[in-house]
């Protein structure tokens, strides 16, 4: 127990930065992949073929190696990110690239008859895709939304290698001070507990979007 | 009165579908459009109802253009604004209805008109249940679409339709997902509906109910 006192306030610290990260996160990103679907779903052929390279090479390589070359990388080509900027500007591109694939197949799936509806009731573009078309998105990738956010919470532990103090750092650095299994049970149950949280809060708004 | 449609012709991918051909609705008529499937119907009723572009020809309801042939026989569309006009003179009930899955049924009636600011949302609301009352759904207007039948779901898409006072309104294949005595309902509201000076255009494959309900019938052979 005294153990557990002992290494609650360096893992506390760990977590704040992982939370931080989180909610940037998920803030930014979500209605960013929002934005970006539209894109590729409505703009020209060759701005929907640009979108769909980034998100190709976005989704197809390791998330690890996207933060290293950021942070390790982009600095021979002359670009330095402070630690905690390239943990944010990569975890951004990675996770809107997910977002946008998973909005542009709720956009797809609201069949082309809503928009005809829209259209000869003259309810207006704008209208009709903020309360009519949106809504069936939502419905829709609800639960891709919600697996993407959990995953981002065990994501966030990445960072590490840009030597960011982390939750699970924190673990790791008392595991090793104290030569005990403990921390890392410790770390475990703190994810446990977020993503419960964020599980219940998604029950919620699932709830809300449902009709 | 009504509408008319004057040497049209529309194609897709260099095969025409419509050609050269004259179309017109008085008021109160109940118009049958029959004929085989894939001979363009559908297409037709879409173009009166801006979801294709005609080719060529001129399309109007009374003063109302929706588009004009030029000298060199090209259809010319009007301007956003006046088609606009035109639209609100024309309304349609799809194959499948398309109601909104996420508004209830009395949201569903009252979305265009308030979207338009053609009236206040007590207005709407007060005309919405007028003609739910008539199409006998009432009861259902805080619902959503998916608790409803096939046939609910259709007389709410002919309210939500009427709503905006049509001059002429269009059904394709009203009957298509209904059982008989359904149907026989649905063509009774047409009939209704026509009896106030409203024109009909329905697209259908059912010879049986438009011989029922029709007052006169086109085919689809004189679009080519
Ligand atoms: N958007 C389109 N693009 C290409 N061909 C189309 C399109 N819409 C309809 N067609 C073709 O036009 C013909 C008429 O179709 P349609 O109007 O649906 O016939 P109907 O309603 O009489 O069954 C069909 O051969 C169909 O394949
Ligand atoms: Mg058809």
Known sequence: MDLIAEITPSLLDGLQTTLLLFFIIVIVTIPLGFLIACVRVYAPKWISWIIQVYIYVMRGTPLLLQLMVVFFGLPFAGITFERFPAAVFTFVINYAAYYAEIFRGGILSVPNGQFEAIKVLGIGRIRGFRKIIIPQVMRVVLPSVGNEVISLVKDTSLIYILGLGELLRAGQIAANSYASLIPYVAVGAIYLLVTGIITLLLNVVEKKTDY | ?224
């Open chain 2, 1 to 224: 009165m009504g509408l008319k449609a004057i040497n049209i012709s529309k194609e897709f991918n260099d095969i025409k579908v419509i050609k050269d051909f004259d179309f017109a609705i008085e008021a109160g008529e109940i118009v049958t459009l029959i004929g085989k499937s894939g001979t363009g119907k559908t297409t037709f009723m879409r173009l009166l109802n801006q979801l294709e572009k005609a080719d060529n020809g001129t399309i109007f309801i009374e003063d109302d253009y929706l588009c004009r042939e030029t000298a060199n026989g090209k259809a010319e569309y009007v301007s956003k604004k006046e088609r606009l006009a035109y639209s609100n003179q024309i309304g349609m009930v799809f194959q499948d209805y398309q109601l909104f899955p996420n508004l209830t049924i009395l949201e569903n009636c009252i979305e265009a008109p308030t979207a338009q600011k053609l009236m206040s949302k007590e207005q709407a609301v007060k005309k919405a249940e007028l003609l739910l009352g008539q199409m006998d759904i009432l009861g259902k207007k805080d619902e959503f679409p998916g608790t409803l039948s096939g046939g609910q779901q259709q007389r709410v898409a002919i309210a939500r339709a009427m709503m905006l006072n049509p001059q002429i309104l269009c059904f394709d294949e009203p009957t298509s997902a209904l059982d008989r005595d359904t149907a026989n309902g649905v063509g009774k509201m047409i009939q209704d509906i026509a009896a106030d000076g409203t024109g009909i255009l329905i697209v259908t494959h059912d010879i049986e109910f438009a011989e029922q309900y029709g007052t006169r019938s086109v085919s689809s052979d004189s679009f080519i």
